[in-house]
């Protein structure tokens, strides 16, 4: 029997369409109109946030509002580093992607001795860099943090002193650099990124599982397979990007792609991840209601939440 904490992140600043931070109070909307009491059931931590400064002038183009950003790391690995030192099974619910990178530093720094292995459910790689992004949103940066990448053999930006201590800080957060080897992460409907991410994925032979192979081989023998690719590592994080899923029913998110999952997929693949004990910490994010019909995406991202929230409890 897990006990879960739920951490909530309700911060868009790594993002480039507003509207994330609302994500989360979105899905507990959804659990309400499906009249759910699990938002009651579990304690919870919220962190607090720097999206004040989306009112403010950007200091550094390849790397936007980063030192907002450096402070959301520090709480945010410090409340997962907690919750598992104190036996809890953090959930966390964040508005951008970028939060992802502080959540492995807190798992790493909860457990320093361990092997992290990561599964991505994402259609993007976020491995961009200040040197590689073309957009400088740090919301496509979170993998490339935890790997400790510059990748500046693809660079195309001279990035300046500042941004480079402060992206420095962040892949150094904890003290333990890298969180996570390449080859301990698992990307699964992976469908859109550039050829710099590109470039890392095929540099270290990364595995990605597309959408078509998870529906050939289906859910369990995709569950199985991965788990057998990551045997060395001693914990497994699950980051779940709502835009995983196909565009028809991921409206309600900044980066909608084609050719994605369908919601029953998303929900038995990670329900059954679920069920493996290495499994210490689940992350859902980029849930955007602002562009969304009828709360549509935050009740499907509710239904994930809760019935993987279910088989830990029965695990």
């Not at 699990?38 to 009112?55: M, T, V």
């Not at 619910?93 to 092997?115: N, Q």
Request: aromatic residues 6%; hydrophobic residues 40%; negative net charge.
């Amino acid at each position: 029997m897990k006990n879960i904490k739920l951490i909530e992140v309700p911060s868009e600043i790594g993002a480039g369409t507003r509207g994330a931070s609302l994500g989360v109070d979105a899905i507990k909307i959804a659990a309400l109109d499906f009249m759910s009491n699990f938002f009651i059931h579990f304690p919870s931590e919220k962190i607090p946030h720097e999206n004040k400064l989306l009112y403010e002038p950007i200091e550094s183009p390849y790397a936007k509002r980063i030192k907002g950003i450096m402070a959301l790391y520090e709480r945010v690995s410090k409340a997962v580093g907690d919750s598992i030192r104190n036996n809890f099974f953090p959930v966390v619910l964040s508005g951008d992607h970028s939060i992802a990178g502080a959540t492995m530093a807190g798992i790493r720094m909860a457990k320093p001795k361990g092997k992290l292995g990561v599964i991505w459910i994402d259609a993007h790689a976020d491995m961009h860099t200040p040197y590689t992004t073309p957009s400088g949103n740090v919301h496509g940066m979170p993998l490339a943090i935890a790997l400790n990448e510059d990748n500046e053999e693809c660079s195309v930006h001279e990035i300046d002193e500042d941004t480079k201590k402060q992206w420095n800080f962040l892949k150094s957060i904890g003290k333990i650099t890298p969180k996570v080897l390449p080859e301990d992460v698992v990307f699964i409907s992976l469908r859109d990124y550039e050829k710099e991410e590109k470039h890392l994925i095929d540099k270290y032979g990364m595995k990605v599982i597309s959408t078509n192979e998870v529906r050939r081989k289906g859910p369990e023998n995709v569950v199985r397979s991965v788990i057998r690719y990551l045997a060395d590592c001693t914990d497994i994080y699950i980051s779940f990007d709502v835009d995983s899923l196909d565009s028809s029913i991921s409206k309600g998110t900044g980066t909608p792609v084609s050719n994605g999952l369908r919601e029953r997929e998303a929900e038995d693949l990670i329900s059954k991840f679920m069920q493996n004990r290495k499994v210490c910490c689940f992350e859902i994010t980029e849930v955007n209601p602002t562009l969304d019909k009828e709360n549509l995406m935050s009740e499907i991202a509710f239904n994930i939440l809760q019935r993987s929230v279910n088989v830990l409890m029965m695990n």
